[in-house]
Every structure is written in structure tokens, then in C-alpha cells.
């Protein structure tokens, strides 16, 4: 029996993506779980798994192409046990936007918004899913691509929603935008070859997405920044004497790791930076978790993945971990979890040589903190007699960026406060984080 595979629904509003490798062939035999290809969408690279095992009949996208959630990808001649099993059900190949899979004694209603195609599950999982009486398109899927785990039908049984809220949470509020990241109505362009020759870049994959969320961000938070500069003359002082310590461990001792940690202190002492706006329940969500997200520059734009519970981890566990992340971000594998669930983001453009420069806020985040590069500086220093003196100090710029509907300037200030008596004073730091 012919099966035709498509593009599942990957969830957080995403509507397609762009293929940038196929793994199987026309007449290749495959298994339940093979990878059948490799799409980029939202930031991330996502493997695509078979839901069934059986023979490749045909292969319908190109690395390159552009394709929609609902679009079929592969089509499988299904082996005679899967064959069984779906057509025990009558799941015969259906077009787009057909399927028998609700049955009125399921316990759970469609979920609203899904797009109406089959649900990837693997044949055992749907057999699962009927005997718990479980609605598969009303189950948040965690599987690769995704594929509905046989964990999370039995998550779904017990009424366990806590993922579907956190998906709920990410994907809140408005977004007046194409799914291209331009406004609905933009102004026609003008004809630019009648002054000169021009060249087309695509705009999609990573430049889209994250289009979208800056269109997003900027269009739904009224922004406002605050900055100073800290000393951290002692603290790179202090780095570059446990610097070869951390390395030897697998990770990198830079000032990133120290803001960091220092922004956890900060943020249990002012903790409305570290929270969401929920404008329809009319509430200030406070967010008692650590999930810092850190900026990424790589080859195919900036991404953001989130070291959790930062909170619970000493320097050299996120001097590793974000060795580990930025290694992994670059290369293209970070996967879509490792990019969820960020309170607050850190955004350096000292790396690079940038100075002062004010982020936009990664929503539905509240705020974002931008550094910069820290470079020696004349500072006037006054002694306990009243006497001035230049000095070289190492000076780095801070800028936080926050939501004034939940914030206010005072509070900002205290924060940055906060966060530059820990990175000015190792002996602060280590008995503050």
C-alpha cells in the first residue's frame, strides 16, 4: 500500500521550510525511524524521520525547495505489517486536508488550528492512541520532525498539557506579518534595473524567520534601553588566571560566561526582567526558571539557543556547555528544543568589536542585554582624600533593553546596578551568583 508522507505540522507557527538534504532514493528500502531528509526552518535543522518502514516509491522535493507544511515529500510503498496495520483502520492514501483519524468516542476535541493532514505516528503509536482513546491531532508531538511519541500519547491520556502551555506561551500575542516577515500591506517597490544592474538573493530560511520575530518584537513591545559601562579590569584579571583551568575541562573561560552567571543574581533580585506579558489573561507571567538564551553569530545569520536552569550550574559547567552550543549552533545541528523556552537573552557584540548598540528584545521575552567589547580607557579614579587621578581601567558597555509596559527606568537602573557591582568585584561575583 502506498503511503504518502508530508511535511508534518512542526508547530510555534511555522507553515514551512526549506529542504537542505534528502538521504533516500527511489526503490530504497527503509525502516521506521530512517531519516528521510533534513529541512531548515525556524532557526533549526531538523532530521525528518520515516513513520513507516517499507520501499521509497517516489521522492518529491530537491535540496533547496521550499515546501509547506501538508506537501509531500516521499511517497512508501508501506511493508505488509505497516500496510495492515493502516488499512485495519481504512488510512488509505488521502489528498491534503483529509482524514479519518478523529473518531467521535476519542476523548479529545482537534485541536484548533492544526492543519487537517495525517499525523505522524509510527503504526504502534496510533494503535496506542485508540486503545488510551486519544485523539492524535490533539497530542503535542516531541518526536524528531515532529513524529507523536507513543510517550507523548500516554502524556496526552494522563492529561498532561504542561507542553502544550509552553508552546501556547511561545507563540502568544499578535504578529501582523506575512509569513515572509513583511508588513501584510507593504508599499510596491519600484523597478531599481532602470538605474543599474541588481542581484536577487532568496529571503528565507534563518534571514526570514528571524524577519518575522524582529518585525514581531519591534511591532508589540514598546522598547526602551538603558546603559552604562562597568569596570572589569579584576575580572579579566581573574579570567586569565583560571582561564587554562576551564579549557583543560573542554570549555572557554570568556567574560560571556561571567555575565552569564552575574545575570541570574540580577534577575532574582529584579525579577519582572524575567517574564512574559500576557496580554490576554491580563497578567505579568514570572518566569522562577533560569533559561538563558545566548546570540550566536554564524554563516547562516544569528541564532539563539538557551542554556537552562543556569542558576544550578557553576562557571565551569556553562563555560562548557557554552563552548559546547556555540560549536554546535555553527554547524548547523542544534536542535529545535535546544532553541525554546529562553526568560532572557544575551546579545555580544564585543566578539566582534562592537561597541554600544541596543538589541531588540527576543519575544515574548521582556528583555535582552547587549554587550559590548571591552577595551582600556582613561577613568578618573578619586582617593579617599578628595585627589583625582587617570587611570587605565578596562571599561565594557552594557546596554539593557527592556518592555516598559512591565518595567520602568528605576528598576532598570537597579538591575544594571546589580549586575555591574558583580562583574567589577570577583569577590562579589563569587559569593553573589
Known amino acids: 500500500m502506498t503511503q504518502s508522507f508530508r511535511l508534518p505540522d512542526l508547530g510555534e507557527g511555522i507553515h514551512e521550510g526549506e529542504v537542505t538534504a534528502v538521504y533516500v532514493k527511489a526503490g530504497q528500502k527503509i525502516k521506521e525511524g530512517d531519516i528521510l531528509l533534513a529541512m531548515e526552518t525556524d532557526k533549526a535543522t531538523v532530521d525528518i524521520p520515516s513513520p513507516y518502514t517499507g520501499t521509497v516509491a517516489e521522492v518529491r522535493v530537491r535540496p533547496g525547495d521550499t515546501v509547506k507544511v501538508g506537501a509531500v515529500l516521499v511517497t512508501i510503498e508501506a511493508a505488509d505489517s505497516a500496510a495492515g496495520e493502516i488499512a485495519s483502520r481504512g488510512e488509505t492514501e488521502a489528498p491534503a486536508g483529509k482524514s479519518n483519524e478523529s473518531r467521535p468516542a476519542e476523548r479529545q476535541p482537534p485541536a484548533k488550528g492544526r492543519h487537517e493532514t495525517p499525523v505522524p505516528a509510527s503504526p504502534a503509536t496510533r494503535r496506542l492512541a485508540r486503545e488510551l482513546g486519544v485523539n492524535l491531532r490533539a497530542v503535542t508531538p516531541t518526536g524528531a520532525g515532529g513524529v507523536v511519541t ?7 491520556a494522563k492529561g498532561d498539557t504542561s507542553l502544550a502551555e509552553d508552546k501556547t506561551e511561545d507563540a502568544a500575542g499578535p504578529a501582523p506579518l ?10 510596491k517597490l519600484p523597478d531599481f534595473t532602470r538605474w543599474g544592474p541588481v542581484e536577487r538573493i532568496p529571503f528565507r530560511s534563518i534571514r526570514r524567520a528571524t524577519a518575522v520575530q524582529m518585525a514581531t518584537a519591534w511591532s508589540q513591545i514598546p522598547h526602551v534601553s538603558s546603559q552604562d559601562t562597568v569596570d572589569v579590569t579584576r575580572l579579566e584579571a581573574f579570567r586569565l588566571a583560571h582561564k587554562a583551568k576551564i579549557e583543560a575541562a573542554g570549555g572557554r573561560l570568556s567574560m560571556t560566561v561571567f555575565v552569564v552567571k552575574a545575570l541570574v543574581a540580577a534577575l532574582k533580585a529584579f525579577p519582572r526582567f524575567n ?20 546570540a550566536v553569530n554564524t554563516d547562516r545569520g544569528l541564532i539563539v539557543p538557551v542554556i537552562r536552569d543556569v542558576d544550578r550550574k557553576s562557571v565551569t559547567d556553562v563555560a562548557v556547555e557554552l563552548a559546547d552550543i556555540v560549536q554546535t549552533t555553527r554547524a548547523g545541528k542544534i536542535s529545535r528544543d535546544a532553541l525554546q523556552g529562553g526568560t532572557f537573552t544575551l546579545t555580544n557584540a564585543g566578539a566582534m568589536g562592537g561597541g554600544f548598540f541596543t538589541p531588540i528584545i527576543n ?4 528583555a535582552i542585554l547587549g554587550t559590548g567589547q571591552a577595551r582600556m580607557q582613561p577613568v578618573v579614579e578619586t582617593d579617599d582624600g578628595g585627589r583625582h587621578r587617570i587611570v587605565p581601567r578596562l571599561m565594557m558597555p552594557l546596554v539593557l533593553c527592556f518592555d516598559h509596559r512591565v518595567a520602568d527606568g ?8 546589580r549586575l555591574m557591582a558583580l562583574l567589577a568585584d570577583p569577590d562579589a561575583f563569587l559569593m553573589g551568583i
Open 150 to 156: 507513543a510517550e507523548d500519547v500516554r502524556a496526552a
Open 178 to 187: 506575512t509569513s515572509g516577515g513583511m508588513p501584510s500591506s507593504s508599499p
Open 275 to 294: 517574564a512574559t506579558l500576557d496580554l490576554a489573561g491580563q497578567a505579568i507571567i514570572l518566569k522562577q526558571y533560569y533559561h538563558l538564551g545566548v
Open 363 to 366: 519575544y515574548p521575552e521582556v
Open 410 to 417: 528605576a528598576e532598570a537602573i537597579g538591575f544594571l546596578k
